[in-house]
């Protein structure tokens, strides 16, 4: 999967990258098999893009994403049991109001 990119300078500091998936410049036409294909499909749409092949462009991010996603993603006991024990505590209280009520009425 090529991504064609603009790279932003201010001077000689790099500002930011954007980046677009190739397939918005070449639709109907078959995939480019290799990156000289893609850079001239890039340039076909403007001549200061440049070509990454995102299939291994982002390989080399595999560590921090894992990290990403373990530390977002990761299932927390802890919290798990506060819920779930909060909310039995809570069923209990109301099983038992209701109880107390049910009770008061027949007075």
Partial sequence: ??????????????V????ASLELFNVGNPPPVTMADALTI???????FDVVNGAF?????LNSMQTLF?????????LFLQIIGETLAAF???LMA?????MLQKT
Avoid at 1 to 14: A, H, P, R
Avoid at 16 to 19: A, E, F, I, S
Wanted: glycine share 8%; with cysteine; net charge negative.
């Fill in 1 to 14: 999967m090529y991504f064609c990119t603009l790279t932003t300078l201010n001077g000689l500091v790099v």
């Fill in 98 to 102: 209701g109880a107390v009520v049910k």
């Fill in 42 to 48: 890039c340039h076909s749409a403007n001549s200061a």
């Fill in 70 to 78: 373990d530390t977002y993603f990761a299932f927390n006991p802890d």
């Fill in 57 to 61: 462009s982002y390989s080399s991010d």
């Fill in 16 to 19: 930011g990258t954007q980046y």
């Fill in 92 to 94: 209990a209280l109301g």
